[in-house]
């Protein structure tokens, strides 16, 4: 399809117009990929998982797609050995668990909707890496406690050590001996360190190892000694800590790894429901119709609106081509009559036709499958500010 006419008809707004209305990233990087087909037969397929798309909604009760992400990356690092994240880990899950519900509730649908089933039931269920990554990692990106036996004592660990630091802190600031040389009666941290705000000139009062000074330079953070053998003890256990969470991190991901093939393909099928989902919500949203499709070249519209002048749109009716009893259409009329529009709307729709997309016209309209589209017009204005030839060059 000749693509400098599609940019004169204004196909790309329209497309824009169907990306917004997918329900995650992926579906809508599919929803700008989306180009006329010259088969028939391809017409006819997409046209009629737009109607089933379309009846779906109108009949209440939103398509559940929420929770959908595009892990095409995540999948990516995980099949060459990296290890994800707790939050690219969620994103798996999420996805996995969107897709589940979407081929549930397709599958129930299947008597109505059959073309939309028989995608859903090619989308793959993964309910261990949903579960594996629920019980190791909370919503909020934390991995678990529970994740392993060894991660649940060191964390104990963790908690008495710094339990610990902080009571002999307190008891330093409750003590007359020390409370005079600090700067206020706080337990901070610098560089991951309990420490106490010391004024500069009583440094020597609370021995330690100083970690920050304020910009002034008239408070040290000092870390007292009673405490450094503690903390150093706590960075050790910090340091299993992680080293732990990297290991179950390492192991979940290799879970997922094992079936990156599977999920890649579930996010496939994921990304193509969703942009017919969209040509579907963009339908009812302009109030389009499923055009006939026609094995002959005919053009065949009842009412027919510009999708780009929403409520400006003025109806018109044209017919032309095959059993029409003329292939060739001259428009005449004075200036700012509207031929341009009239001549944009019926190469508009048949380029939306061919993509599968519904057209603002009244049922019973017909469209034939045009091998190409050529649009050549004397002027280059968007049609949305309803601008002729003559008036754009008045202008």
């Given amino acids: 399809m000749d693509e400098r006419s599609l940019e004169r008809l204004e196909f790309p707004k329209i497309i824009e117009l169907l990306a917004a209305q997918a329900s995650f990233s992926l579906g809508a990087e599919r929803c700008r990929g989306l180009r006329p087909l010259t088969d028939p037969e391809a017409v006819r397929r997409r046209q009629a998982e737009t109607e089933e798309a379309a009846r779906l909604l109108e009949g209440g009760g939103e398509v559940p797609l929420a929770g959908l992400a595009d892990i095409r990356r995540p999948l990516q690092r995980a099949t060459k050995g990296g290890v994800l994240s707790p939050e690219e880990l969620l994103q798996v899950a999420s996805t996995l668990r969107g897709a589940r519900r979407l081929r549930g509730f397709l599958l129930q649908r299947e008597s109505s909707c059959p073309l ?129 969470i990297e290991r ?43 055009p006939e499709t026609v094995d002959r070249p005919r053009v065949r519209l009842r009412r027919a609106r510009h999708p780009l002048l929403g409520p400006r749109a003025v109806p018109i009716d044209v017919w032309l081509g095959d059993g029409e009893g003329f292939d060739t259409l001259v428009i005449t009329g004075p200036n700012t009559g509207g031929k341009t529009v009239t001549l944009k709307t019926v190469g508009l729709l048949a380029l939306m036709h061919q993509a599968g997309l519904h057209v603002p016209a009244a049922p019973g309209s017909q469209l034939g499958v045009f091998p190409q589209i050529f649009c050549d017009v004397g002027d280059e204005q968007s049609i949305e500010q309803s601008l002729s030839t003559f008036s754009s060059h008045m202008r």
């Fill in 116 to 244: 939309l089933a028989a995608r859903a039931s090619r989308l793959t269920p993964q309910p261990e890496i949903e579960e594996a990554v629920a019980t190791t990692i909370t919503e909020d990106g934390r991995v678990r406690d529970e994740a392993s036996p060894r991660l649940a004592a060191l964390r104990r660990q963790k908690a008495d050590l710094e339990a610990a630091i902080r009571q002999r802190l307190e008891d330093m600031i409750r003590s007359p001996r020390w409370a005079a040389a600090l700067r206020e009666p706080i337990i901070t941290q610098r560089r991951d360190r309990f420490v106490l705000p010391v004024k500069a000139e009583a440094r020597h009062v609370i021995p330690g190892v100083v970690h920050d000074q304020s910009a002034s330079g008239a408070t040290l953070f000092v870390e007292p000694m009673p405490v450094v053998e503690l903390g150093n003890r706590l960075r050790a256990v910090e340091a299993e800590e992680q080293e732990e």
């Fill in 248 to 290: 179950i991190l390492a192991a979940l991901t290799e879970r997922v790894a094992a079936v990156a093939g599977e999920i890649g393909a579930t996010l496939d099928e994921l990304a193509d429901l969703d942009a017919i989902i969209a040509r579907g919500r963009l339908a009812l949203a302009m109030r389009a119709e499923r």
